[in-house]
């Protein structure tokens, strides 16, 4: 059993690796570092190439962007520890690659042979391994053949080691089970509510003494943030619209480009049943003539759903051939057939007709200029990038920018709430997060096309706004909590009855009871962590949320629904992510292990130069 296992886990590891190579080819972008730099360390006799290195870094980086759909800067990896990470994992590599020549173990050429003919990046159209791709993709990525394939030589063989060290872990079933009878658990619970409008009378409006004294024991709430005072240069597509009036011929061009856009043919909602013989779909029909079965019936006794037969809306020409004139002959929606199709005799109905629509040049036109004006302002600001880099190089400041080109001036007060005006821009808040005074203002992009170049002028710390200034909001957060607390006392009063005896029913007022509720499934929040904290049932919690206060009591502690569609998934999800983070930690034990028997050395110098490529 575990040699098949690790097999199984060998030939994965190898994917996973080859996978993680190919990423690597497709978003690294520095050929090889140069110069006598060459190795950011070595563990043992294994060195760690700054070539492997930054190659791992750029994947890790852009594992993060498709994860979050944000590009992820350097200085944001390095203070979410990926930096680190990254750093840990090749020193592993390097670690196991080091153990790997200790015990002679290795790949022969067929094996890298195979791993090389099957990644996707070099095939050809055909489908097949085409070795004109092949050596094109290498040398875009500064690799030579010989290099990735040695590199692919020790990942397959790194695999091995890997398997081995994992191979005979399986999933931690007692752990999963008490895992998922904890996640999955069900609670039945009975709740009371209480409102402002159940206090015995209105809260009244608080003394100067009680704003003086809430302010005072409230600082950080009425803190101004930090602030930072920028002074920056701009230019955006908007701001070049109105110096812009795209010539007539080109919104013609526009228009014939998009004409498919402003000129659609009629289309049908259209769903098809296709038969095996023409008298099957002709004996179909003529009983849905005679109102003997009806079109959803005949779907249903093929076995078949009515997505299954489902061709979406449609043009004549989509449909083709007789069918299609039949189909588009309907005046109104119906069923024809049978016809023949490009599947076989078939019975058509039609659920809807959408006209065909026909938007003129004329009525288009305003909306073409839009788009032809934004288009050619882009390009424009796009040809003066270079102009605006050289000035700034030559020591121009914001205000010559301003003065002397299309860029606008502007300041900003910039604080982390800050999301109008250029700071509804992430490009602009990105940048004004981690400029430094001092810094040489450059030119920096922002989304849809536009530029920027900032500076900073004073960074003002957070400061305690004066009582006057926040008089109102100092009220009125009083008022909230005046008025939770009160709640809060009388729902701890509730609570002492029922402690006595009395039936949460006749406490007089609303009581709403919730069954089989699922962790989370309460809410606010507060709400259901509140319940699923109570150990038995009957026990009650009292929870004070935004100006309302609730007292729960916990009914019944019901086991999970092994019922429910995804109660098996779940289980053995836990168990399998169980299982993979024992063999993750144990590798990374192993690993720990070896790096600490051959020895280990880093070359400061080697990693900061790495680290300034992608800055």
Do not use: C
Not at 123 to 139: A, I, K, N, S
Not at 492 to 498: G, K
Not at 543 to 553: C, D, M, N, T, Y
């Amino acid at each position: 059993m575990s040699k098949s296992v690790g097999k199984q886990a060998s030939k994965v590891a190898v994917w996973v690796l080859m996978g993680l190579l190919i990423l690597g080819l497709g978003g690294f972008g520095i050929s090889n570092f140069g110069g006598s730099i060459d190795a950011i360390g070595e563990v043992g006799d294994e060195e760690i190439s700054v070539d492997a290195y930054a190659r791992a870094l750029r994947q890790e980086l852009n594992a993060q962007q498709a994860a979050t759909g944000d590009a992820v800067t350097f200085a944001e990896a390095q203070a979410a520890g990926l930096v680190e990470r990254v750093r840990a994992r090749v020193i592993a590599d390097a670690a196991l690659d080091n153990e790997m020549k200790r015990l002679g173990i290795s790949v022969g050429d067929d094996e890298v042979a195979r791993e090389v003919l099957s990644v996707p990046a070099f095939q050809g159209p055909d489908g097949e391994f085409d070795r004109e791709t092949y050596r094109f993709v290498l040398e875009q990525n500064g690799l030579t053949e010989s290099t990735f394939e040695a590199q692919v030589r020790a990942d397959a063989a790194r695999s091995l080691l890997q398997a081995g060290v994992v191979a005979g872990i399986g999933p931690p079933e007692t752990y999963a089970a008490t895992l998922y009878g904890f996640l999955a658990e069900r609670r039945s619970a009975s709740l009371i509510r209480l409102t402002a409008a159940d206090l015995d009378a209105p809260m009244p409006d608080p003394t100067d003494a009680q704003i003086a004294e809430h302010y005072k024991a409230n600082p950080d709430a009425y803190t101004a943030p930090r602030t930072r005072r920028i002074t920056y240069a701009w230019l955006t597509p908007d701001m070049m619209l109105d110096r812009i009036e795209p010539d007539d011929q080109m919104l013609r061009e526009l228009y014939e480009q998009r004409i498919d856009e402003f000129v659609q043919s009629e289309r049908r909602l259209v769903e098809r049943l296709v038969f095996e013989t023409e008298d099957d779909a002709a004996e179909t029909m003529e009983a849905i003539i005679a109102g003997e079965t009806g079109f959803d019936d005949a779907v249903d006794a093929r076995g078949l759903t009515l997505a299954d037969v489902d061709m979406g809306d449609v043009t004549q020409v989509d449909i083709g051939g007789d069918a299609g004139a039949a189909v588009f002959a309907l005046t109104e929606p119906g069923v024809t057939g049978p016809h023949l199709s490009d599947l076989g005799p078939a019975i058509f109905r039609v659920n809807a007709i959408l006209p065909a629509q026909e938007t003129s040049y004329e009525e288009a036109r305003e909306t073409l200029a839009d788009q032809a004006a934004r288009d050619r302002a882009i390009r424009l600001i796009s040809e003066r990038i270079t102009d605006f880099d050289d000035r700034l190089a030559a020591g121009a400041t914001l205000e010559d920018l301003a003065a002397e080109t299309e860029m606008e001036l502007g300041q900003i007060g910039y604080t982390a709430e800050s999301a109008s005006g250029i700071a509804a821009y992430a490009g602009f808040r990105e940048a004004a997060e981690i400029l430094a005074e001092g810094d040489f203002p450059e030119l920096l992009e922002l989304e849809e096309g536009g530029v920027f170049a900032l500076r900073l002028d004073e960074e003002v710390p957070p400061k305690l706004r004066p009582l006057e200034e926040v008089r109102s909001q100092v009220a009125e957060d009083w008022r909230a909590t005046q008025t939770r607390a009160r709640l809060t006392e009388r729902a701890e009063a509730l609570q002492d009855l029922l402690k006595e005896g009395v039936a949460m029913d006749g406490l007089g007022l609303p009581v709403e009871h919730e069954e089989a509720l699922s962790r989370g499934g309460l809410t606010p929040a507060p709400l259901s962590e509140a319940l699923f904290a109570l150990e038995d049932a009957g026990r009650t919690a009292v929870v004070a949320v935004g100006e309302s206060a609730w007292l729960i009591r916990l009914d019944a502690i019901l086991p999970p629904d092994e019922t429910e569609p995804g109660a098996a998934f779940l289980r053995e999800s836990l168990a399998a992510q169980a299982g993979q983070g024992i063999a993750q930690d144990l590798y990374l034990y192993f690993a720990e292990a070896l790096v600490n028997s051959a020895g280990l050395s880093l070359e400061q110098a080697a990693l900061n130069a790495v680290h300034a490529q992608f800055r």
